[in-house]
């Protein structure tokens, strides 16, 4: 099949970036990273630079693909990351806009890569449970319950990509900072440091220039994981506790 | 240089209290000294977050590096089916002598019986550890941990977190490393790249990294350096590794000095998605947790071209069951692996391309339900589906053997230091743990082991037997060595020629899958060792990388890669055609039982064979350190 890729190209985070076209043949079984790759090839044939983009593990788990297609951060397909998206959702004489995350939090480096350098200083900010090797009791000394268990993992699944950022209208890190807040509190080991956790990271989160929530519900449409929103709904639960006491 | 024997530094006495023996013994850092030495801790993958993290608890002052973006994105995220340990919570017998053993055996024998107890013990800290930071792993409903059983071993002692174990682990050790990095006890540098070690004095004292944003070159300095930087599977092009996985960090170091040792023990996972098409860009695994419930065939005549669901029982072949009884399909995967091979090799290979075999649910889903299925596979079967376009809750998986990890990797002693001191190699980049096959599940229990148990003590007892004379960045050895770096990658951008990055690498990995890759013989590897010098010549008369050295340019820093992939693939084969017996995850078909089974010699290849660089590429010196086993009958492994 023939593709129209409209792509954006910027040669650095200062620098004026502009849509380009480019046509790409491409074939039904093609992720569209590979697709993305027969277009790298045929422009370094031609002796132009190929399209800088983010990717690594290409099987959705690692969270560093980023391209809004057409419009929807990581495509079309429903909890499905960029790199697992296959061509054949595709067809003849489509036309296909890839761009980058935009977020003021998350500049530009070139192209399509930009800097999340921001999530992990919201992680910093209290993201974990405070417990140096070697201090811990038996694994089996706290029983979890098992939904209790399977809801924390629910949670703990986000892989940091930024999708949600990306979708957002306000461009808030609320549903990645409250997945990690919500998988931490729905566990017993996470319960000491409870209260500063939630307002450590709300605060780091506020400070990186990310926006507010207005429960618009765009990021868990785009997140790959499908994290569910009411990670929002605990976030605030454990601010307003946290804030109160 | 003539060979040496190796000394592997084992601590004295009976095999079960070795450890506890180094732990008594060693010298251990003041506490208030600790934060007087930089540690460089490159790669933040398991193996790098946990000492990362472990060392900055201590009180050293850590500087880590890494590739991606975040260190939360390394090739360890990917793991998906488990983490081994000897707690036998379930009382089916396991042991920490269990483990040992099975990992011994799994390893076809050639591991280092030492070090293998220790992980054995430490298993059990590492899940203690990783609960304890929240990591969610499966439980039962009366809220224990829950286990699964893994191929080569008869016992449940696989804790998992869904089918993203992995992932689950590394944000606990990603977590813990960030909370170092809150307290200002680590500072991390991502999108970094180390390009070169910096020895001094005959010590490792630092490193060149290249910035990746800017292009620059950086100089760091430290007391130590922790490798970290992964397996180097992606030498085949096509493999299970993440894309960046790479050698060029272990390959810099074999040159300044460091051991190569089983370059040629490669696994094959025997449940990958098959390859589509040329345009494949890297290959999928479906974890071999699968096996505990999906039943492989083929069909008994290769001129059966029905669609699986109308081949009726009589006319399938469950291969692994009929041929290992008592491990059916859960056998080891390098024998997995090569089944799969040999029935395709036979014409009885299904799909399209007749490169694949059957991995059926059927009778599975019949017995317990579609929903035990689902919430024991269900990302694995959407993963399936979402690349194949296949649903596998009703017809079969297709699978076939792909590359998956590498049991080579720089030598190291018992405290996990290489031949260069100071520099110590943990996690995949090491040899040490798995001998010529490593057993499901045990990657990330060796990562976790070398990182949050094993470093801190060994790398104390380095520090303080050592002194540290001041070295800055301005001494004349890094400015020698950032030179060696920068004229490389100049070098690389000058070519300009007519093939790109990834045609090579394309090319590289067919030689090696062909002809140093499932099985093995002499006259392939000697051919394969050809081609590779005339591919790795043609590299560089040939070349064309685009764009420019001081800006983000991900092309030229696979160029970089794929150069020292062209000279690790011969090494492979030369270490491939020395090694004339078939062990584990070697196998060469001169060497064979009459069952078509690996034949061990091993009183003449009972030994590590750790590689030195002598300046040329093509002849480099072999140094044994024999494999002494005390406790462990060898015997010929069967899985009857
Ligand atoms: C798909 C898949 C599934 C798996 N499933 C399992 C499983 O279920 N159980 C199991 O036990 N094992 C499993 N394994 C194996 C296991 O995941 C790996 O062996 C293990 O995670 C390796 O960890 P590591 O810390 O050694 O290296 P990696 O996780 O590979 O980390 C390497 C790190 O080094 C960095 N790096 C590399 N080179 C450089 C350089 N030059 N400069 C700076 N940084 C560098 C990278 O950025 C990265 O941070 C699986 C492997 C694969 C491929
Ligand atoms: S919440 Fe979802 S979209 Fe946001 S970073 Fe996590 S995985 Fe990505
Ligand atoms: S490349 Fe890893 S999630 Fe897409």
Redesign the pocket.
Known sequence: MKLHLKVWRQNGPHEEGKLVPYQVEANPHMSFLEMMDVLNEQLIKAGEDPVEFDHDCR?GICGSCNMVINGVPHGPLKGTATCQLHMRHYKDGDTVVVEPWRAEAFPVIRDLVVDRAAFDRIIAAGGYVSVDTGSAPDANAIPIEKNKAEMAFDYATCIGCGACVAACPNASASLFTASKIAHLSLLPQGNAERKTRVLRMVEQMEKEGFGDCSNHGACEAACPKEIPIDAIAIMRREYVKAALS | MSDTILNAHIPDGPLEGKWQNYLDTCKLVNPNNKRKHTILV????????SAAASLAELGYNVKA????DS?R????????????AAKNYHDDGDSVWRLFYDTVKGGDYRAREANVYRLAQISNNIIDQCVAQGVPFAREYGGLLSNRSFGGAQVSRTFYARGQ??QQL?LGAYQALEKMVDAGKVEMLPR????DLVVVDGKARGII?RNLVTGEYERHVGDAVLL????Y?NVFYL????K???V??AWRCYKRGAFFANPCYTQIHPTCIPVSGDYQSKL??M??SLRNDGRVWVPKSGDDKRPPAQIPEADRDYYLERKYPSFGNLVPRDVASRNAKSVVDEGRGVGETGVAVYLDFADAINRLGKDTIEARYGNLFDMYMRITGENPYEVPMRIYPAV??TMGGLWVDYNLMSTVPGLFV????NFSDHGANRL????????LSD?YFVISHTLGNYIANNSFPEVNESNEAFAAVENDASSRINKLLAIKGEKTVLEFHRELGKIMWDKVGMSRNKEGLQSAIQEIQKLRSEFWQNLRVPGEPNSYNKNLEFAGRVADFLELGELMAIDALKREESCGGHFREEYQTEEGEALRNDDEFSYVAAWAHSGDDSSPNLHKEPLEFDRVKLTQRSYK
Not at chain 2, 65 to 68: E, N, V
């Open positions: 099987e | 490159v790669g933040t993958g398991l193996a790098g977050a590096f890494c590739i991606q260190a994105r390394a090739h360890s995220i990917a793991a998906q089916g488990g983490i081994n174990t992995g590394l970094q790249e180390m390009l990294t970290c930087t992964g397996g599977g493999s299970t590794n993440a960046n996985s790479n060029t960090a999928t695994l974890s071999e998956h990890y943990l996690g995949e980049a499901g599940a045990s990657a990330l229990m060796q990562g990182g």
